[in-house]
């Protein structure tokens, strides 16, 4: 089974049972809802209001609804979303990943904890969801907002990029400059650079064109796809490979 089907049975969840018990199946439920805590079920009674006996129909019905659970221990219904997500860094994961390519119910995703609605609505304000609504009934659906490559990260370490002090005025070989007093390498090359040697002429000329004639060749395997370095060329296939088999 999966997430959708799951979801799907849970959502569409209708027992059909006298008009009074669904009434106070509702109200149970409205009531867990209401702060996600355990209930006992003398908490339960007192604040809706009803009899509530482990012979009776309304708490069979409860063992048997989808959205609660119960802990034999302590004797506690809890209420249970759809999605067992904690912050707007698992719903925006959760949609990423899991759901990704399918949508989610805005009204699924609101009910996850309290205070999810304005992190769903935080997260498709920053761009990392969007959602549509359908046409017919008129339900908002959201989706990821997901790069492939981008590494999604925490809202601290972005802080932290953009807190850095980098001056604009400040060139590429000035900055390089810059990280080597602080004992460090540039991490980024120029692929033309010259190449400084100690000899005369003939070492130059000899290092160019070593230089010229290397060759190097980058794979990514479990994609098949081959990538060039700019002005370097890739290894060619020998004759005897293109033969074999």
Not at 122 to 148: C, K, Q, W
Not at 179 to 194: F, H, Q, T, W, Y
Request: glycine share 6%; aromatic share 8%.
């Amino acid at each position: 089974m999966t997430p959708l089907d799951g979801a799907y049975q849970i959502r569409n969840y209708r027992p059909k049972k006298p008009p009074a018990l669904l009434k106070q199946m509702y109200d149970v439920v409205e009531l867990l809802k209401s702060d996600r805590r355990p209930y006992s079920i003398t908490e339960i009674e007192r604040a809706a209001d009803l009899r509530l006996h482990r012979e009776s129909e309304l708490f069979r019905n409860m063992l048997d609804n989808p959205r609660l659970t119960y802990d034999s221990g302590s004797q506690s219904f809890q209420y249970k979303p759809l999605y067992n997500l904690k912050d707007r860094f698992q719903i925006r994961d959760f949609l990423n990943t899991v759901m990704l390519g399918h949508g989610v119910l805005r009204t699924d995703l609101d009910d996850c904890y309290i205070g999810a609605a304005v992190d769903v609505q935080t997260l498709i304000e920053g761009g990392d969801a969007f959602s549509v609504r359908n046409s017919e009934n008129h339900a908002e659906i959201v989706f990821g907002n997901f790069e492939p490559g981008v590494k999604l990260v925490e809202d601290a370490v972005r802080r932290m990029w953009t807190g850095v002090d980098f001056p604009s005025s400040m060139g590429t070989k000035e900055f390089e400059e810059e990280i080597r007093k602080v004992g460090l390498n540039p991490a980024v090359v120029e692929a033309d650079e010259s190449v400084k040697t100690e000899g005369g002429k003939e070492e130059k000329d000899k290092a160019d064109a070593k230089k010229r004639m290397r060759r190097i060749k980058l794979t990514n395997v479990h994609i098949g796809v081959q990538h060039e370095i700019a002005g370097v060329a890739p290894v060619e296939q020998s004759s005897k490979r293109h033969h074999q088999g």
